[in-house]
């Protein structure tokens, strides 16, 4: 409503007819193109705000936090009402019917209510870690998604111009055995090139199609025109592999987790613990028994000690710290995992950057090889089966260069998410000074 009475306001500004549609419709055309205009860091914010998977481990931390007012409600005390109706067959006692409120406080409980207390406040810390974890994932889903769609776009594009390309040299062949009929047999290779060209084009539209369908189930929407901000990651990057693996403390998600779980365990342990104390409670109420005390009002000190339960504590507290052990391994082997995927990651980006550079100058010598030969190839000098080879290894090139250069953009994105910081990032790009006036209005899912 708000956009039509923008678009009415400055239609109707003191121009004539003509005018006034030609301005709406430019207006229009502009917001509609900035709409649809989104980069990568864009898209994947939008990604983060509406994908489900992000709601739900968002959920998941909502209901661990109520978890914790469940927890701490024991400390309180209980405050109830019971009605008790008493009727006795063959008996001198007088039938009673007896309402009261009751009231029970915990005194000692043997740290079992603080125990359990603890135990939800860390499983809420660990949700709130795994919640950083999922965001990562999707963050990095989401950048695949895109970044493959972009490829998919630029790999139709090579094929459309190698498919050009060899349309081209078959058209000037055609031309050439018009004039020379003796040369038809050699036809036939510029015209098995030529299907070969149709052929990768129309596979590498279905593969964009599909690369389309992926993109648009996670934005929930219409996809953008044409992809950008494809390497806006370059620059957050670390300079070293060291660098990268200091992101391995306390604050990376996945370790934050573990350390969350350990506290969850720890206090599973103590809250096993608890069953060997003694236990004390005061109650207050009516007495509904029967027997001279019945309706009155007594205080009641309630002391339970543990004396023998079959070893139902001894296997809950062998159990729990079992747990506990089981956790601190899975902790450091945690690190581990994520140390080799650094490194792994970091060996595979550089790698792909090595092959970029060196396919930029395969590129260069391909177009001069394609450009001397065409040249060579119209006064004779070269044949019609080294032109179509030439071009052919251009094109290879031409694949391979877009190949590294996506590993590239990839690598970046797997590496801040091996790091756990690609969430992140995406959330300081999009809410930039530039840009948080569009998106200020909606906060992202996941900031618990």
């Not at 998604?145 to 630029?154: E, H, P």
């Not at 594009?157 to 040299?169: D, E, G, P, R």
């Amino acid at each position: 409503m708000a956009l039509r009475r923008g678009i009415k306001t400055a239609v109707n500004y003191s121009f004539p007819p003509p005018l006034k549609r030609c301005a709406a419709i430019v207006f229009t055309s502009i917001l509609l193109t900035s709409a649809l205009a989104q980069n990568l860091p864009e898209t994947v914010y939008k990604v983060l705000e509406r994908y489900p998977a992000v709601g739900a481990s968002m959920a998941r931390v909502e209901s661990a936090q109520a978890d914790i007012q469940r927890a701490r409600g024991a400390h309180w005390p209980q405050l109830s009402w019971s009605g008790t109706y008493s009727q006795y067959h063959e008996s001198n006692l007088v039938n009673h019917w007896i309402q009261s409120p009751t009231v029970n406080l915990n005194l000692w409980s043997g740290r079992k209510i603080q125990s359990d207390v603890e135990r939800a406040q860390a499983t809420t810390q660990a949700r709130r870690e795994q919640h950083r974890m999922t965001r990562d994932d999707i963050s990095l889903l989401a950048t695949e998604s895109y970044l493959g769609w972009a490829l998919q776009k630029n790999l139709v594009a090579l094929a459309m111009a190698n498919v050009a390309t060899h349309q081209k040299i078959l058209s000037d062949y055609q031309a050439i055995v018009q004039i020379d009929p003796g040369r038809r047999i050699d036809m036939n290779q510029a015209q098995v090139r030529h299907d070969n060209a149709n052929l990768s084009l129309i596979q590498r539209q279905s593969d964009l199609r599909n690369a389309e369908l992926r993109l648009k189930r996670l934005l929930l929407a219409d996809l953008p025109e044409e992809p950008g901000g494809l390497d806006d990651l370059k620059d957050i990057i670390p300079t070293t592999v060291n660098d990268a693996l200091a992101s391995l403390n306390n604050n990376h998600p996945v370790m934050a987790n573990w350390n969350a779980q350990l506290a969850a365990a720890r206090a599973g342990v103590s809250y096993a613990k608890s069953q060997y104390s003694p236990t004390a409670q005061v109650n207050y109420g009516r007495q509904t028994y029967p027997g001279i005390a019945q309706g009155v009002y007594v205080t009641q000190l309630i002391v339970s000690v543990p004396i023998w339960d079959g070893g139902a504590t001894i296997g809950a507290v062998k159990t729990a710290q079992a747990n506990l052990d089981a956790i601190e391994f899975s902790l450091e082997e945690a690190r581990l995992v994520l140390s080799e995927k650094i490194h792994s990651v970091w060996t595979e980006w550089k790698s792909s950057t090595d092959r970029h550079q060196l396919s930029q100058v395969q590129i260069n010598t391909g177009k001069n090889l394609v450009d001397g030969y065409w040249l060579q190839f119209r006064v004779g000098r070269r044949t019609l089966l080294d032109l179509l080879n030439v071009q052919s290894d251009l094109y290879n090139y031409q694949i391979n260069d877009a190949m590294a250069q996506h590993e590239i953009r990839m690598g970046q994105a797997r590496l801040l998410a091996a790091m756990g910081s690609l969430a992140q990032t995406y959330d300081r790009a999009a809410l930039s000074p530039q840009k948080s006036a569009n998106l200020s209005s909606e906060n992202p899912v996941g900031h618990p």
